[in-house]
């Protein structure tokens, strides 16, 4: 079997993912999602066709040798939109922790370096793959070489050798060249000859064979208006077949020993991790299986060897070691924990107190001891992700109440964007230590020797770390609103909320009976069964069989994409049963069928964890299950949240919601007094921003004229651009450019407060919230401009959502607080978005709606006022 060569056109791919996918972005605003597209179709490509050397070609530039010899080559193509063109970085990334080599060359496209690559490759009898979404690389066919077409965005592919390029096209490899030269390509803007189509040149090919050959017979060529444009436009057609014909002959050599792959797969899982492809992380051991790779400590490290811990069990030995720690006032620790948070127990914890490390067991004789010792509201203690430790403390009925300092909640506020902060890397940050753990052990940091070495290296990180909150100016940031927190997630992950079980049962089954009759329904207007979750066959019975208009077609037939079916609602009644059953699945596979496993047997409510340490921002998000992903604005939002409910004791759900929390940010930090002013008289801030763009009274605003005035303000904070903002509205780069000068223009304070803080930017290397939070920008005075534009947006949206997410921590913290001073029984459960949701009793109802109110309001004081809408109900869908 020969070798296998794959060379990639990543320029077509990594288009083909940006229009393909929806506008993926992570929580800090990075958009992912070519990366996302192309790094799937990486991994599919890598585990199908097991590449023995593999390279992705690149575009340099627009100006190649085709621009010079025709100035309109793809003259008409717009500017690459910066939400794609600053994910080719993190592309060239991603390819360089899989070590696999990228290549780009000044003049030429793509396409000519796969072309001699292919050629050379096959020349020295290596089987070549070449994966792309264009049909232009169909003339490299050959009988060493196959083109691996993209269909269905990038999902799919189709393989095409010299047998299947003439069974489709009936051509040969050079008359696909010769095709070209004859009808020309729109989108590369290649003229050729006008009045022919893929049609007519190939009829023309069938009979004459080339297009020199065709060019030679004109007088033989069938009608007289294909003959005078054969004759006149003659030279077009030649340089339309040089254009099209991919170059061969570079100067590059194929050297099998440059394109191996070499994968860091440490790295690929950062990055991962840094984009949130949370499956592609999942997967990471799948995705490299069977791969020789190993990673070795650099000879100037060394692998930590644990040392056997010393284990205190008798009450004398813990009284002994909780007196020292006593009498010290200060000691780190590090606990060990049965199953999972947040329903996870104490199994022991390591101590450490003046250099001496002990590990303290929970069936020991003087456990309770140790538990007393973590009451006692004098005493410091420094660990290391403390949330887990006060949910194991309530899960056993205690309470965690000594002083906690937690160096991973420290760590992450001085770097933010970090993907993890384990200890390891802690230590040769704040420390200079080089630290190796050992490898292979899944189960090391559940033993004690862990615990130990942990507490260890704790108490070394506790005084450097400080040190760096302190001169960062993150100290009070740290003290008095995450370290707070802890305590406030904690109680609420332990604390959980009840999901009717009964009723998400009965809600399942009504749905899947009402899916069944939907599908019959659907049966019977169509007058045949097919397939209704396949796009193809639904397509066939609405456009052609019921001859519905075509609203819109993709490359492989008809499009039925939500858009679509919306537009021809009401147009056939099977056009509705369609939308309603798509709702119905989707409520049903999503919600229905996930949310069941997740109660827990032992409390019968849901723990969602709250992740305080993930975002660049500082929002929190939540995981198993994922709260911030339920839809706000839907009828399937609404029927979700009709599950959570009061539990035992309990009578309402209450919300609490920020009005317009980031807006408000703006319009403070910006000092723009027609905001300010808007916010003042409690005016509807998207209908005045409408009237102030579009030029009309309030009055005169349209739901349109709002909505798109809506997409404005928000894209403000999120910096979008003309492109992203078109996208979301659905109208043309240059409107959406006008809206958004237009609303710069009104809003003088806001365009303002954007050119200072990216300024600001530029000189400090980092912005900060009103509250000190800090996020540096390493990319801001970059040479390359995608990577800068990147970082500027990131400075000009991070103080607001940073604020934002600053605010609502102080109110919970807050309400918490006033709930405990006031001894109240009502609890805090969920927090989303810019939303607090609590179970409240009756008796408290009043009490408790005064005192969320007014904690959410009396946050901060800002230039405008807070505004917190608050409701009640039987249920959470109620109380929204």
């Known amino acids: 079997m020969p070798q296998r060569f794959i060379i990639i056109d990543g320029s077509s791919l990594v288009h083909r993912a940006f229009h393909a996918l929806p506008m993926l972005r992570t929580a800090g605003g990075l958009y992912t999602n070519a990366v996302y597209g192309f790094t799937t179709m990486l991994v599919k490509i890598l585990s199908d066709y097991n590449p023995d050397v593999i390279a992705v070609a690149l575009d340099k530039g627009r100006v190649t040798f085709r621009t010079e010899t025709y100035q309109q080559y793809k003259a008409h193509r717009q500017a690459t939109p910066t939400e794609l063109s600053e994910q080719f970085p993190l592309i060239r990334e991603l390819l360089q922790a899989f070590g696999i080599t990228t290549i780009e060359e000044q003049g030429y496209e793509a396409d000519d370096i796969i072309g001699t690559l292919s050629e050379k490759a096959a020349k020295q009898g290596y089987e070549v793959l070449i994966v792309t979404g264009d049909r232009d690389a169909l003339q490299l066919i050959g009988p060493e070489t196959k083109v691996l077409l993209t269909r269905k965005g990038i999902s799919e592919v189709e393989t095409i050798d010299v047998a299947g390029l003439k069974g489709k096209y009936g051509l040969t490899p050079a008359q696909f060249i010769d095709m070209k030269g004859l009808m020309g390509d729109s989108s590369d803007n290649i003229p050729g000859v006008p009045g022919i189509g893929e049609k007519t040149a190939g009829k023309l090919l069938a009979e004459f064979g080339s297009l020199e050959n065709v060019l030679a017979n004109v007088d033989k060529v069938s009608g007289k208006k294909l003959q005078e444009n054969l004759r006149q436009f003659a030279d077009l057609a030649v340089l339309s077949k040089q254009l099209a014909t991919i170059v061969r002959d570079m100067n590059l050599e194929f050297v099998p020993e440059n394109f191996g792959i070499h994968p860091d797969r440490s790295t690929v899982k950062e990055l991962f991790t840094k984009f949130e492809f949370k499956t592609l992380v999942n997967k990471i051991d799948t995705i490299f299986q069977g791969s020789s790779e190993t990673f070795e400590a650099e000879p100037s490290q060394s692998v930590v060897e ?493 103080p607001i959502q940073g604020a934002a997410a600053d605010i609502i921590k102080i109110a919970m913290n807050s309400v918490y607080a006033e709930l405990k001073k006031q001894g109240l029984k009502s609890r805090l459960l969920l927090q989303v978005h810019d939303e607090l949701v609590l179970e409240v009793t009756t008796e408290e109802l009043d009490q408790v709606t005064v005192l969320v109110k007014q904690a959410m309001e009396q946050a901060v004081e800002l230039d405008v006022p807070l505004l917190a809408e608050v409701k009640i109900g039987s249920n959470w869908a109620e109380a929204k």
């Open 306 to 798: 644990f040392a056997v811990p010393v284990v205190a069990s008798t009450k004398a030995e813990v009284a002994a070691i909780c007196d020292a720690v006593k009498k010290l006032g200060y000691a780190s620790c590090y606990p060990l924990l049965s199953e999972h948070s947040p329903v996870a127990e104490l199994t022991g914890v390591a101590i450490n107190s003046s250099g001496k490390t002990v590990y303290i067991p929970t069936n020991s004789e003087g456990w309770d001891i140790a538990f007393d010792l973590l009451a006692d509201k004098d005493l410091i203690l420094a660990t290391y992700d403390s949330k887990k430790m006060y949910n194991a403390c309530r899960v056993q009925g205690r309470e965690l109440k000594a002083q906690i300092q937690d160096v991973l909640i420290a760590a992450y506020l001085l770097d933010p964007t970090a993907a993890s902060y384990p200890l390891d890397v802690l230590a040769k940050t704040y420390l200079n230590e080089a630290i190796i753990l050992p490898a292979g052990d899944k189960n090391l940091q559940n033993r004690p020797e862990f615990a130990c070495w942990a507490c260890e290296i704790i108490d070394k990180l506790k005084p450097a770390i400080t040190s760096a909150l302190v001169s960062s100016g993150l100290d009070k940031l740290y003290e008095q609103i995450e370290m707070p927190l802890v305590e406030v997630l904690s109680t609420m992950e332990v604390t959980g909320i009840k999901v009717d079980k009964s009723y998400l049962r009965e809600m399942a089954v009504s749905i899947a009976a009402k899916i069944e009759q939907l599908m019959h329904e659907i049966y019977l207007l169509a007058g045949e069964e097919f397939n209704v979750n396949s796009t193809k066959q639904l397509g066939v019975i609405l456009f052609e069989k019921l001859q519905l208009p075509i609203i819109k077609k993709t490359k492989t037939g008809y499009s039925t994409d939500a858009e679509v079916l919306e537009k021809l609602a009401g147009k056939h009644p099977l056009i509705d049963k369609l939308l309603e059953y798509r709702l119905l699945t989707k409520l049903k596979s999503t919600y229905l069928d996930g949310l069941e496993p997740l109660i827990h047997p032992k409390t019968d409510r849901i723990h969602t964890t709250f992740n305080q340490m993930v975002t660049a921002t500082g929002r929190l998000s939540s995981s198993e299950p994922n709260l911030q992903n339920i839809p706000i604005r839907s009828d399937i939002g609404r029927r979700i949240r009709e599950l959570f409910v009061p539990g035992d004791g309990y009578k309402y759900i209450m919300a609490a919601d920020y009005s317009q929390i980031e807006l408000r940010v703006l319009a403070h930090i910006a000092g723009d007094g027609s905001l300010q002013e808007a916010f003042r008289h409690n005016q509807d801030i998207h209908t005045r921003t409408a009237s102030e763009v579009f030029g009309v009274p309030m009055s005169e605003v349209t739901s349109e004229m709002r909505a798109r005035a809506k997409a404005v303000n928000f894209g403000i904070v999120y910096g979008i651009s003309d492109y992203g903002l078109s996208r979301d509205i659905g109208v043309s780069r240059k409107e959406a450019g006008h809206y958004i000068d237009s609303y710069f223009a009104k809003y003088q304070g806001v365009k303002k407060y954007t050119a200072d803080i990216v300024a600001s930017a530029h000189r400090d290397g980092y912005v900060t919230t009103l509250f000190g939070r800090r996020r540096h920008l390493p990319d801001i005075n970059s040479s390359n401009f995608n990577q800068r534009s990147f970082a500027e947006r990131t400075a000009m949206n991070t």
